[in-house]
């Protein structure tokens, strides 16, 4: 049987963007965390102690109502991090954190961010640079939730998850992603079934699998497309994806999903 790798903390684009000499300084001090699907890594008004850099897996944020109803507002993966709050001045996030594609991720501590940050050198400089990306998500988010149909959301959802993957399988039920969207399970449904039809996608038991990215870039909405250029505007290591060859081994502890 073919053994598993210990991903790398390059494989995150935010942490591999960084010169030798930060990587020496943080790496060492970096957790390599499993994250299971639906696991919670931010809780509401919980103290954060880490910020997370996802390797092979996606973080959903969701605003939770009063009532428990919750929607999807951004998703965070290997192209940059979890935790903005932490570095921004807050110690807490109204905002819960939600794994919706599992895999990994290297955790940092509070103390070693802020340390870093306080030398006002490149990691504060590509985390501003991420938050801009981030607000840039929120906003068109919102716009997209308002004015945009179901199946226009779904579109861009699926597009946004599938950037931040090395594969084009997901694994969610259609109440999470109505979750995810915002809306109710039955709209979610009959979206999922229309993009089937028109062979964009395969939907079976909880399983996505996307088989024309071109036409799901062409039943989206603008929403995407105007994410994605601020984000490569924002981020320009992104496009430079290196595979890692021939890295020396790093030592990491595996921890169990644990909240921030």
């Not at 790496?27 to 299971?36: A, D, K, N, R, T």
């Not at 973080?59 to 991090?81: F, W």
Request: proline residues 5%.
């Amino acid at each position: 049987m073919p053994t598993k790798t210990t991903p790398h903390p390059q494989q995150n684009h935010l942490l591999a963007a960084l010169s030798p000499e930060v990587q020496a300084r943080l790496f060492p001090h970096l957790e390599l965390v499993s994250l299971q699907l639906n696991s919670v890594m931010y809780e509401s008004g919980r103290p954060m102690r880490h910020v997370y850099f996802p390797t092979d897996a996606i973080v959903s944020l969701q605003y939770i109502m009063e009532n428990g109803a919750a929607t999807a507002i951004l998703v965070v993966g290997n192209e940059g991090l979890l935790g903005i709050s932490l570095f921004m001045g807050g110690a807490s996030t109204p905002n819960r954190s939600l794994v919706q594609s599992a895999g990994h991720a290297y955790r940092l501590p509070r103390p070693q961010v802020k340390e870093e940050f306080k030398r006002h050198g490149q990691l504060l400089q590509l985390m501003l640079r991420y938050t801009q990306a981030l607000i840039t998500q929120v906003a068109q988010t919102a716009v997209c939730n308002r004015h945009h149909s179901i199946d226009q959301q779904l579109c861009r959802w699926l597009l946004l998850s599938m950037d931040r993957l090395t594969h084009n399988n997901l694994s969610m039920t259609q109440e999470f992603m109505a979750n995810m969207l915002g809306v109710r399970r039955e709209g979610v449904t009959h979206a999922a079934i229309k993009l089937q039809q028109q062979g964009a996608i395969t939907y079976s038991r909880g399983h996505i699998k996307v088989l024309d990215r071109e036409q799901l870039e062409a039943l989206s909405c603008e929403c995407y497309e105007v994410v994605k250029k601020e984000t490569e505007l924002l981020l320009p290591y992104l496009p430079q994806r290196q595979v890692i060859t021939n890295v020396a081994a790093i030592p990491v502890v595996v921890l169990p999903t644990t909240k921030a």
